[in-house]
């Protein structure tokens, strides 16, 4: 059983940066892909794709949305995930939701395991 517990939410400015931390129990979070996910508002429960970070830190994938704005990382010896979220925009509001990750038809796709989210406000 995986436990991940998001944090680092907050409510801010547009332009704004925030970080995102996400921290797993399993012990196995070296060994796997962790990806983000966010879910804005009004868009009722469908997630969408924000960054993943491969198990040893070198493959980083990016949503377009976010591309040269956001920037995931890991450091597998705290078993935690982050998100550097620079440049943040109105419609980067949303919960965001750490997740690992598994393979799906032969692409990455959510996994089994997500945490509580941690809410992100972008607003003047």
């Known amino acids: 059983q995986v436990q991940l517990v998001e944090s680092g939410g907050a409510l801010v400015q547009p332009g704004g940066s925030l970080r995102l931390s996400c921290i797993s129990s399993g012990s196995i979070f070296g060994l796997t892909t962790m990806g983000w996910y966010r879910q804005p508002p009004g868009k009722g429960k469908q997630r969408e794709f924000v960054a993943r970070v491969s198990s040893g830190g070198d493959i980083k994938t990016y949503a377009e949305s976010v591309k040269g704005r956001f920037t995931i990382s890991r450091d597998n010896a705290k078993n935690t995930v982050y998100l550097q979220m620079n440049s943040l925009k109105p419609e980067d509001t949303a919960v965001y939701y750490c997740?690992?990750?598994?393979?799906?038809?032969?692409?990455w796709g959510p996994g089994d395991y997500w945490g509580q989210g941690t809410q992100v406000t972008v607003s003047s």
């Open positions: 997740n690992v990750m598994k393979i799906q038809q032969g692409s």
